[in-house]
């Protein structure tokens, strides 16, 4: 029988930072564990807005953990990343529209652990690796969090191995694209599609579902983000600062319209008779479709389900991700930044 060494005696401190154990010794010493400020306390860190305004406003603050109700569910927030529309409502600009009650805290697009749920959520469990959107105009609280409050129907399952930060990057930009190619559009292979803006979270998304499902595509990009589009497989590529697209092209079958303006104005004469028109950005002419013989659509709402069709393509890498650079949360006004400023190729993603 081998000889049983005794349990080792442990002397637990309070202000020793690392904690030793004595050469060849059975004594320890080991710090006093301090409470992690995300778990088992009444506050984390958020960052929120008191009012619209620029960079300025920006603020993380120390707030009241959130517990969820109903179909509400808790999550741990691993990574969060920014769309356009962050910096839209940050501003104020859309006020009108998407009021935000202050102090609001920033964010849609979230992926990490589930932490709690509520009394009506059947389909979640504690640990459950998730992602979504947070955004508060859909009943979340709120992405940049370090937890945050998601209705259950604005959450699914991480596929796979992806990564959170991979995850964080793909909810608002992939599910709008899923949404026009897939149930808007109906694209099916052999079909010509125009998507205008490539490089962005939705046309980057559409590109590589568009190719998927056997489409011939063209897009507009600048910069950096033509060698993008063209790594996402487009057949045909613009550079929007020199070359007008509607001079080249014709008797494409649909239209994925992600700018709005001149753009968009131009897009219909592009299309065959019977062709299909889907804006995210802009308001739709329809006495000009109905002209031309086109199905035009503003799409605003999502379809139910729409996350777990992108899950689905997320699985079978016909959507990837593409994540262009990641900040600290302390950094965040620099991510607002780089953002308006258009200098990140890909999502920005902030870690928590």
Excluded: W
């Amino acid at each position: 029988m081998s000889e049983q060494r005794p349990v080792p005696v442990l002397k637990v401190l309070d202000a020793e930072p690392n904690g030793f154990c004595e050469p060849g010794s059975d004594y320890c010493e080991v710090p006093n564990p301090q409470p992690n400020p995300t778990e088992g306390t009444a506050s984390m860190r958020a960052l929120q807005i008191t009012e619209y305004g620029d960079n300025g406003v920006l603020t993380i603050a120390d707030v009241s953990l959130p517990a969820p109700a109903g179909s509400q569910v808790l999550i741990k927030v691993q990574a969060a990343a920014l769309n356009p529309l962050d910096a839209t409502l940050r501003s104020g600009h859309a006020q009108a529209v998407m009021p935000l009650q202050f102090p609001a805290t920033l964010g849609g697009d979230v992926a990490g652990v589930v932490a709690a749920v509520g009394p009506d959520v059947t389909d979640f469990a504690v640990g459950d690796r998730l992602y979504g959107n947070a955004y508060t105009l859909l009943g979340g609280s709120g992405a940049i969090a370090e937890q945050a409050l998601v209705q259950s129907g604005n959450l699914a399952p991480i596929p796979g191995e992806l990564s959170f930060v991979d995850a964080a990057s793909m909810p608002v930009g992939g599910t709008t694209a899923v949404e026009a190619i897939v149930n808007n559009l109906k694209v099916r292979s052999g079909q010509k599609v125009f998507i205008s803006g490539g490089s962005g979270a939705v046309g980057s998304a559409a590109i590589q579902l568009a190719k998927h499902l056997g489409a011939h595509v063209a897009t507009t990009a600048s910069g950096d983000g033509l060698d993008l589009v063209r790594e996402l497989g487009a057949d045909e590529v613009f550079d929007h600062t020199n070359t007008d697209f509607s001079e080249h092209l014709r008797n494409f079958d649909a239209v994925l319209d992600g700018v709005g303006g001149a753009p968009l104005d131009k897009a219909y004469g592009i299309l065959r008779r019977g062709g299909t028109l889907v804006s995210v950005s802009g308001a739709i002419d329809q006495a000009r479709a109905d002209e031309l013989g086109l199905t035009a659509i503003r799409q605003a709402a999502q379809s139910d389900g729409v996350l777990r069709q992108l899950t689905a393509y997320l699985a079978t890498g016909a959507i990837t991700a593409r994540v262009g650079r990641t900040y600290p949360l302390e950094e965040v006004a620099a991510a607002f930044t780089a953002l308006e400023n258009r200098s990140v190729r890909g999502k920005i993603v902030i870690i928590l």
